[in-house]
């Protein structure tokens, strides 16, 4: 039996689950909004097991990222056209920066 992705990257599921649903846009305009106030909310360790989990997702689900994508998060809010692969990149870039970004306020 597979198991679900909300179970296997529990903590991928909560960054798109309560960050990058639809609503998304409560944190700021953009997706980088929502991905900074999860880095603001957030102890740096979940910050650290989220960027895991993705690239546990890219090397588990390489074959079928996009249908898995949408099994773990069916409304996410990304740009439209956007595959999982450049998508899920692009949160793991985010999540460096605005894991920078903090730690550098954070030592001001």
Same mark, same amino acid.
């Given at each position: 039996m597979e198991?679900?992705p909300l179970?296997e990257?529990?903590?991928? +599921?909560?960054l798109?689950g309560? &960050?990058? %649903? @639809?609503d &998304?846009d409560? &944190?700021g305009?953009s997706?980088?909004d +929502?991905?900074g +106030?999860?880095v %603001?909310?957030?102890p740096p360790? &979940?910050v +650290?097991a989220? $960027?895991?989990d993705? @690239?546990?997702?890219? #090397?588990?689900?390489?074959?079928r990222l996009d249908?898995?994508?949408? $099994?773990?998060?069916?409304?996410?809010?990304?740009?439209?056209?956007?595959? /999982?692969l450049d998508y899920?990149?692009?949160l793991? @870039?985010?999540?460096?920066e /605005? #894991? #920078?970004?903090? #730690?550098?306020?954070a030592?001001e």
């Amino acid at each position: 039996m597979e198991k679900s992705p909300l179970t296997e990257f529990p903590d991928l +599921a909560h960054l798109l689950g309560a &960050y990058l %649903n @639809q609503d &998304y846009d409560i &944190y700021g305009p953009s997706i980088g909004d +929502a991905v900074g +106030a999860f880095v %603001n909310d957030d102890p740096p360790e &979940y910050v +650290a097991a989220t $960027r895991n989990d993705i @690239q546990r997702f890219l #090397s588990m689900n390489a074959s079928r990222l996009d249908e898995t994508l949408d $099994r773990l998060d069916p409304g996410r809010a990304h740009p439209p056209g956007m595959p /999982a692969l450049d998508y899920l990149l692009w949160l793991d @870039q985010l999540l460096a920066e /605005a #894991s #920078s970004a903090k #730690s550098v306020r954070a030592a001001e």
